[in-house]
């Protein structure tokens, strides 16, 4: 079975500052990991993916996430946190069914603080 | 690309009506994938198509829920007779059907309230 554990359900930081997101996920195979961003009154955003190939995956917007299999662990981090980062996270880990499908974390809400 | 288009954007109604969600998936993508969204639950999956076939449907909450893809370009959620409970944002989503190309792209989302 797949499941995404979303360690914080609210992260607040100073713009600026560095922004880390934990995600741990459990899945019995080498798994497909996804982070997503949703905006206030918006669908999901697709920022980056993990599909087995380089662990340091790099995404849109200045966000990463380091793959780590000892560890179960698929964080996102950004360098400097900037006002327009200020949404609801997501991380995604892909099933093995027919349709892959995705089962979600619970979200993490980023407040960015001026 | 236009992306996944949802309508309508926004709807409101009353309790016992009929609510028909519609969506039109990116061309070219053989899945498709309803979810619902809310403070509650979070995000859900509610049924997904392939090739226009529903696959998976055990996320649906009960009889009141249909789903239905009459060809590649368009899908519909209909709740009859719609309650309260059901108000939520439900998001379609597409992806291709190609291994290794899992990424589900996702519409801006219909929000449903029903008084």
């Known amino acids: 079975a797949q499941s995404v554990t979303q360690l914080d359900s609210h992260v607040s930081v100073s713009e600026g500052t560095p922004v880390l997101l934990r995600c741990n996920y459990s899945?019995?195979?080498?798994?497909?990991l996804f982070w997503y961003v949703q905006h206030p009154n918006k669908g999901l955003q697709l920022l980056l993916k993990y599909t087995s190939a380089a662990t340091l995956v790099k995404g849109i917007n200045g966000f990463e996430a380091e793959f780590k299999k000892s560890e179960t662990s698929f964080h996102l981090t950004k360098p400097s946190a900037h006002m327009s980062d200020a949404a609801e996270y997501f991380c995604?880990?892909?099933?093995?069914?027919?349709?892959?499908?995705?089962?979600f974390g619970t979200g993490t809400s980023l407040t960015v603080i001026p | 690309d236009a992306g996944v288009i949802q309508s309508p954007r926004h709807e409101v109604t009353e309790m016992g009506q009929e609510v028909t969600l519609r969506c039109k998936p990116i061309s070219g993508h053989d899945y498709l994938f309803w979810y619902r969204q809310t403070m509650m639950r979070g995000l859900e999956l509610l049924i997904y198509?392939?090739?226009?076939?529903?696959?998976?449907d055990s996320g649906m909450p009960e009889d009141r829920f249909s789903a239905k893809m009459p060809n590649a370009s368009f899908s519909t959620l209909k709740i009859q007779p719609s309650e309260p409970r059901d108000s939520a944002v439900y998001f379609c989503?597409?992806?291709?059907?190609?291994?290794?190309?899992?990424?589900?792209?996702f519409g801006p989302g219909t929000r449903l309230l029903v008084l």
């Open positions: 989503a597409s992806r291709q059907g190609l291994a290794g190309q899992e990424t589900q792209y």
């Open positions: 198509f392939n090739n226009n076939v529903p696959i998976d």
């Open positions: 899945s019995s195979y080498s798994p497909s």
């Open positions: 995604v880990v892909s099933g093995m069914n027919t349709g892959n499908q995705f089962y």
